[in-house]
């Protein structure tokens, strides 16, 4: 089968060559990868700046169909439309897998990342860590359930959100634009945040009902905070763009005793941040990392039963060997999500 892998460390060394077809385990699912859209991990991974297991199959974000269950497995037949979680393997023996927390598991293995992932033909997985797609929801929709279900491990399981709080959320890339979309199923008063090259995408968030939308690099970013929330600043912010200038300004707008959830991934593992406003302002700073099981089922419960449909951020759609191009568009902000056909 055809693959795409990471072939070497640094900058790009990524090859889309022939691999062997795999075959499952007993308690695993072999499933054809029908969508696998491009993430800012993948980005980072691209650019040699965050560290996988070399040579690896890319890709974590996928929907597919079911092609062949392990002998053990009775949840899953051949032909079900499924996506998985983006953990594989955990050690099963310490608390953070006791509580479920699998994401948090320092012996964790996950797809794409220590594990071959959804960049190819097909994919093995853990049956316990799929979900069956639910008929009402569309494959483009299904395969953004991932980015998703991190969403709402950030918004649902890492912070309270109430109704008609003023929420700021950095970045108008497909997590951020998601992540605003809950944000305001929740009854939250949501202020997206980007820059100049973010045009189009802040334009399809404001197609999609997000109420503020603002340009730092073209309006006082402090200045429009202050008159939407009556000069106290935003109750919380997310910052989704893993840039370290959005964190600072983060930590300028959000309000005294404000939460800060930071989502985005870093390109680098130091950064300064202002010691003293998390001093005296009393910000709490929170990490959120992926996703765990929980996550997934409140991202399928968020799709399925308010109906909810995230095709309108689907800019591109191309073969899995066009990947050069797909990671141009993605690169380049030209598109939003770029989803690949193997």
Same mark, same amino acid.
């Given at each position: 089968?055809?693959?795409?892998?990471?072939?070497?460390?640094?900058?790009?060394?990524?090859?889309?060559?022939?691999?062997?077809?795999?075959?499952?385990?007993?308690?695993?699912?072999?499933?054809?990868?029908?969508?696998?859209?491009?993430?800012?991990?993948?980005?980072?991974?691209?650019?040699?700046?965050?560290?996988?297991?070399?040579?690896?199959?890319?890709?974590?974000?996928?929907?597919?169909?079911?092609?062949?269950?392990?002998?053990?497995?009775?949840?899953?037949?051949?032909?079900?439309?499924?996506?998985?979680?983006?953990?594989?393997?955990?050690?099963?023996?310490?608390?953070?897998?006791?509580?479920?927390?699998?994401?948090?598991?320092?012996?964790?293995?996950?797809?794409?990342?220590?594990?071959?992932?959804?960049?190819?033909?097909?994919?093995?997985?853990?049956?316990?860590?799929?979900?069956?797609?639910?008929?009402?929801?569309?494959?483009?929709?299904?395969?953004?359930?991932?980015?998703?279900?991190?969403?709402?491990?950030?918004?649902?399981?890492?912070?309270?959100?109430?109704?008609?709080?003023?929420?700021?959320?950095?970045?108008?890339?497909?997590?951020?634009?998601?992540?605003?979309?809950?944000?305001?199923?929740?009854?939250?008063?949501?202020?997206?945040?980007?820059?100049?090259?973010?045009?189009?995408?802040?334009?399809?968030?404001?197609?999609?009902?997000? !109420?503020?939308?603002?340009?730092?690099?073209? $309006?006082? /970013? @402090?200045?429009?905070?202050?008159? %939407? #929330?009556?000069?106290?600043?935003?109750?919380?912010?997310?910052?989704?763009?893993?840039?370290?200038?959005?964190?600072?300004?983060?930590?300028?707008?959000?309000?005294?005793?404000?939460?800060?959830?930071?989502?985005?991934?870093?390109?680098?593992?130091?950064?300064?941040?202002?010691?003293?406003?998390?001093?005296?302002?009393?910000?709490?700073?929170?990490?959120?990392?992926?996703?765990? !099981?929980?996550?997934?089922?409140?991202?399928? $419960?968020? /799709? @399925?039963?308010?109906?909810?449909? %995230? #095709?309108?951020?689907?800019?591109?759609?191309?073969?899995?060997?066009?990947?050069?191009?797909?990671?141009?568009?993605?690169?380049?902000?030209?598109?939003?999500?770029?989803?690949?056909?193997?």
């Amino acid at each position: 089968m055809k693959a795409l892998r990471k072939t070497a460390e640094g900058y790009g060394n990524m090859e889309y060559i022939t691999v062997n077809e795999p075959y499952p385990k007993k308690d695993e699912l072999k499933i054809r990868v029908l969508l696998t859209g491009i993430c800012g991990s993948d980005i980072h991974a691209f650019k040699g700046e965050y560290n996988k297991k070399i040579p690896l199959t890319l890709g974590h974000e996928f929907v597919g169909e079911v092609t062949e269950v392990g002998s053990d497995v009775r949840k899953f037949n051949p032909e079900d439309i499924v996506v998985s979680e983006t953990t594989y393997e955990v050690c099963e023996k310490c608390r953070y897998c006791y509580e479920q927390d699998y994401n948090l598991c320092s012996r964790r293995k996950g797809l794409g990342t220590q594990v071959d992932g959804s960049f190819a033909e097909y994919i093995i997985v853990k049956a316990d860590r799929c979900h069956q797609v639910p008929k009402a929801v569309n494959l483009y929709s299904a395969a953004m359930l991932e980015p998703l279900a991190c969403c709402m491990h950030a918004v649902k399981e890492k912070t309270v959100v109430y109704s008609e709080e003023k929420i700021a959320v950095f970045g108008p890339g497909p997590i951020g634009i998601i992540l605003s979309l809950v944000l305001k199923s929740l009854g939250a008063e949501v202020i997206l945040i980007g820059i100049n090259q973010d045009e189009k995408r802040l334009q399809i968030a404001h197609e999609l009902g997000i !109420p503020h939308i603002i340009n730092s690099q073209n $309006q006082p /970013l @402090e200045d429009s905070i202050m008159s %939407l #929330t009556e000069d106290y600043g935003a109750d919380q912010v997310f910052e989704c763009s893993g840039n370290i200038h959005a964190l600072h300004q983060a930590m300028e707008i959000v309000k005294k005793k404000g939460r800060i959830i930071q989502e985005g991934l870093f390109a680098e593992n130091m950064n300064p941040i202002s010691m003293d406003l998390l001093i005296h302002k009393e910000i709490e700073l929170i990490g959120s990392r992926t996703q765990k !099981p929980s996550s997934w089922q409140l991202a399928v $419960q968020w /799709l @399925e039963q308010e109906q909810n449909d %995230l #095709t309108p951020l689907v800019s591109k759609i191309t073969a899995l060997e066009n990947w050069e191009e797909a990671f141009h568009w993605t690169m380049s902000g030209e598109a939003l999500k770029v989803l690949m056909v193997p």
